[in-house]
Nanobody, 119 residues
Framework: QVQLVESGGGLVEAGGSLRLSCAASLRILSRYRMGWFRQAPGKEREFVATIVWNGGKTYYVNSVKGRFTASRDNVKNTVYLQMNNLKPEDTAVYYC????????????WGQGTQVTVSS
């Protein structure tokens, strides 16, 4: 069982930055990938970014490319989402998730952290 705890959300003005963290309860082996998702009020949850634990390869949704960066710390068993040049449309609850690299599904989810970007 993997438990994920996000932190780092908050209120920021447009153009500002935040860094989200996602700490895993046990050592994530090389067979996992970590994903970041977000859900805005009245909208469906959408994929934001993913990072493969082994090797660190990343993928992003087009709307955040060049602004968001996913990274991981193998020692701390933590993944990060650095968000720069934030826009009001980035306002959402952000979730991290973990899934086996051999699957398209994410099996474990965090509780979410609120990000609010004011204009």
């Amino acid at each position: 069982q993997v438990q994920l705890v996000e932190s780092g959300g908050g209120l920021v003005e447009a153009g500002g930055s935040l860094r989200l963290s996602c700490a895993a309860s046990l050592r994530i082996l090389s067979r996992y990938r970590m994903g970041w998702f977000r859900q805005a009020p009245g909208k469906e949850r959408e994929f934001v970014a993913t990072i493969v634990w082994n090797g660190g390869k990343t993928y992003y949704v087009n709307s955040v490319k060049g602004r968001f960066t996913a990274s991981r710390d193998n020692v701390k068993n933590t993944v990060y989402l650095q968000m720069n040049n934030l826009k009001p449309e980035d306002t959402a609850v952000y979730y991290c998730a973990a899934g086996l690299v051999t699957s398209t599904l994410y099996d474990y989810w965090g509780q979410g952290t609120q990000v609010t970007v004011s204009s």
